[in-house]
């Protein structure tokens, strides 16, 4: 089975862009989720997607910006860029309903540089 | 606010030791607790999970202790292994809301 899968691995961007990125979670699993990781920061959670619809979200702003589509493929959209928006950005799919009592399963991530 | 700890940043081991992972929570209604490993360019792996009716729960190699009263889970790995090295966060969330994660700690096992 395929796992989770992130486009593109990595982005160099300007500071007041706008970017889209985009995740692919293993086929069957209804339930995504994004974290940026920063140094020292871990991992903050961003917000989940379930069966279309946004069920969690964390403390971003609201530059930050998702959606998932009905085959589960998921993006997340950064607006007006800032330097400090530079960092991985992770996705996480699972099969439950509920992401937080059962594993994710991790993409590899998309590494965002803004200059 | 940190609601989930991991104090240590890093951790060095020799091979065939045990490794002593541990991390701290404020929150007393978290009710999951995961550990997740993470490869440099890889996303981070699941490696076991604890729910807060039990105190301790092994898989191999890996063992996560909770004590509830202290507000304190660990992770015990034995023996240690050269490809343990990577850092290693752990996760709680409350009734199966959004996990949240620890900064995590960097695990080195030296020969």
């Known amino acids: 089975k395929a796992g989770v899968t992130q486009t593109p691995r990595y982005l160099i961007k300007t500071r007041g862009q706008q970017v889209t990125l985009s995740c692919s979670p293993i086929s069957g699993h209804r339930s995504v989720s994004w974290y940026q990781q920063t140094p020292g920061q871990g991992l903050q959670f961003l917000f989940e997607?379930?069966?279309?619809?946004?069920?969690n979200k964390g403390n971003f702003p609201g530059r930050f910006s998702g959606r998932q589509f009905s085959n589960s493929r998921s993006e997340m959209n950064v607006s007006t860029l800032e330097l400090g928006d530079s960092a991985l950005y992770l996705c996480?799919?699972?099969?439950?309903?509920?992401?937080?009592?059962?594993?994710?399963?991790f993409g590899p991530g998309t590494r965002l540089t803004v200059t | 606010d940190q609601q989930v700890k991991q104090n240590s940043p890093s951790l060095s081991v020799q091979e065939g030791r045990i490794s002593i992972l541990n991390c701290d929570y404020t929150?007393?209604?978290?009710?999951?607790f995961l550990w997740y490993k993470k490869y440099p360019a890889e996303g981070p792996t699941f490696l076991i999970s604890?729910?807060?009716?039990?105190d301790k729960n092994e898989d191999g190699r890996f063992t996560v202790f909770l004590n509830k009263s202290a507000k304190h889970l660990s992770l015990h790995i034995v023996p240690s292994q050269p490809g343990d090295s990577a850092v290693y966060f752990c996760?709680?969330?409350?009734?199966?809301?959004?996990?949240?994660f620890g900064t995590g700690t960097r695990l080195q096992v030296f020969p």
């Open positions: 604890i729910s807060s009716i039990k």
């Open positions: 996760a709680a969330s409350v009734n199966t809301d959004k996990l949240i």
């Open positions: 997607y379930f069966s279309e619809t946004q069920r």
């Open positions: 929150n007393s209604m978290f009710d999951y």
């Open positions: 996480a799919s699972s099969s439950t309903l509920a992401a937080g009592s059962y594993e994710q399963y």
